[in-house]
């Protein structure tokens, strides 16, 4: 069983940095991408970041210059550091892993979410 836990969240005033956290953890043979999300109150999901196993990324484009993501391989973790939050990036930011518990099967897994508020 693959479990993905994030972290980091919380409140924040406008222009202000967080750094959210997203680790796999159990049978995990490999990792191949992990994926940031994010759902504001009356919105669909929507996708924010992803990076490859080999650190090969993509940040949506309404946040590049902002936002950025990084992994360590060693702690099958990532991060998505944000930058001069604003207000409409309030939201609950979700991580997806997707890997290998063996050689020939694969995970597609969703952690519960973290609240990211960003509010004077």
């Known amino acids: 069983q693959v479990h993905i836990v994030e972290s980091g969240g919380g409140l924040v005033q406008p222009g202000g940095s967080l750094r959210l956290s997203c680790s796999a953890s159990?049978?995990?043979?490999?990792?191949?991408?992990f994926g940031w999300y994010r759902q504001a109150p009356g919105n669909q999901r929507e996708f924010v970041a992803f990076?490859?196993?080999?650190?090969?990324?993509k940040i949506a484009d309404s946040l590049k210059g902002r936002f950025t993501i990084s992994s360590d391989n060693a702690k099958n973790t990532t991060y998505l550091q944000m930058d001069n939050l604003k207000p409409e990036d309030t939201a609950v930011y979700y991580c997806?892993?997707?890997?290998?518990?063996?050689?020939?099967?694969?995970?597609?897994?969703w952690g519960q979410g973290t609240q990211v508020t960003v509010s004077s």
């Open positions: 997806n892993a997707d890997g290998k518990v063996a050689a020939d099967e694969r995970f597609h897994r």
């Open positions: 159990g049978s995990i043979f490999s990792i191949e991408g």
């Open positions: 990076i490859t196993g080999r650190g090969n990324t």
